[in-house]
């Protein structure tokens, strides 16, 4: 990961800085030196350089002031601060000045390599996005839509390729893999994207109550029609709209949805008077719509007025490489909504999203970095902060321990306390041996047993 990765280190201890530098040559990145802010300064005029790692306090000129003429110079490169315990009011106006991260002395080499490997990601990250959005061209609105693996990128151009037309478009995938979302894309980059984008989900509401959500109904149509209703049909003259779980029509309604696609007109229920509408239809479906046509479960014309072009969304298990950045994107939403100061994941947390098989896709990533963020009590989301499923790799599993845990209906915080508790007890009190029993650092363990007040 770190091939290619150039560091600039910045510091005027000399052994210090000769140190680092032996350290992340080690971890594999490509060092240049410099024993000052100017020197860093200059440094940055001549190179490129992926990530800055910079002390603080210097003698001519200062971290802050280099940080401030850096960030002018190239506001994209991600500065890690170094300072003493006494400077950290100095390092959090360096936050402020636009610094990634900041770092006590003397160094704890875990957390420095965490940082530096979250800020290494952080610039690749940008770097794709700025590639894959010129591959696009700069208007393309990919709303939302997060993800640079090959098959999102196949999937992103040729979004790009059909928006521009009329033609109906069937989208399939898994259930969470985010079909809503490329039907949107299509829209908000179409000549219709001024006009409305409306939604049905067709296995949401009943057969005797679709017809009148699609196509409206008059005063008087059935029990409880008290006044005309527009459907959605009529709401989204002029733009979209996105049928989702389509497969799930009955026979009957099938046969209307597609009398109303050929004759490009409805009429409401109860109604005699044929509505004309300019509407562009996306559908889409988690099943095989092919297979339910051959076993005669949807009609085989209305499938291909509905096909006309067929884009498929990859589930979360074939594009792994989007599993960072999405998750990423997840902590930074929900931390802020939780108002939590959390900096990212952990390796050996990254290391269980990466491994685990999402049948839920993007939807069951979201909700497990919603629960890891609510749950997480350090400034990194742990691999034990995630869901059970996750910590053991299997759906069903049943997660070992080298500790009995409470039983019956208790929190979550009192059930963690006691595993780590005992487990503690059962190694005779040494905290490294617990730590590799839970599973977790031993810098873990310690924010943990702080914590609950257990040490100090």
Known sequence: ??????????????????????????????????????????????????????DIRMVRISGLEALGAIKSYNPSIP??????????????????????????KPLDFDELKIVMERAA????????????????????????????????????????????????????????SGKELIAGAIHFNSPRRQG??????????????????????EKGAFTGALRQKEGRFRQAHSGTLFLDEVSEMSPGMQVKLLRALQERE?????GETPIKLDVRIIAATNRDLEQDVAEGRFREDLFYRLNVISLRVPPLRERREDIPILARHFLARFAEKNRKDLKGFTPQAMDRLLRYGWPGNVRELMNAVERSVVLSISGYVEADDLPRTLRTGKETAKEPTEAP????????????????????????GNKSETARRLGITRKTLHKKLKAYGVMD
Request: charged share 25%.
């Open 1 to 54: 990961m770190k091939k290619g990765i150039t560091v600039l280190v910045v510091d005027d201890d000399r052994s210090h800085r000769l140190m680092l530098k032996t350290l992340l040559k080690g971890w594999g990145y490509a060092v240049t030196e410099a024993e000052d802010g100017s020197q860093a300064i200059e440094a940055v005029r001549e190179k490129a350089f992926d990530l800055i790692l910079m």
């Open 79 to 104: 500065v890690i601060i170094m300072t003493a315990y006494s400077s950290v009011e100095t390092a959090r106006q360096a936050l402020k000045s636009g610094a990634y991260d900041y770092l006590t």
């Open 121 to 176: 990601e952080h610039t690749s990250l940008k770097e794709e996005n700025r590639r894959l959005k010129e591959g696009l061209s700069g208007d393309f609105d990919r709303r939302n839509i997060i993800g640079n693996s090959p098959g999102i990128i196949t999937l992103l151009e040729l979004v790009a390729k059909v928006a521009s037309s009329d033609a109906g478009v069937l989208i399939t995938g898994e259930s969470g």
């Open 196 to 217: 409305p984008f409306v939604q049905v989900n067709c296995a949401a509401i009943t057969e005797t109550l679709l017809e009148s959500e699609l196509f409206g109904h």
């Open 266 to 270: 409805i009429t409401r229920v109860g």
């Open 405 to 428: 845990v409470p039983e019956g209906a208790l929190p979550l915080e009192v059930v963690e306390k006691a595993t780590i508790l005992k487990t503690l007890e059962a190694a005779n």
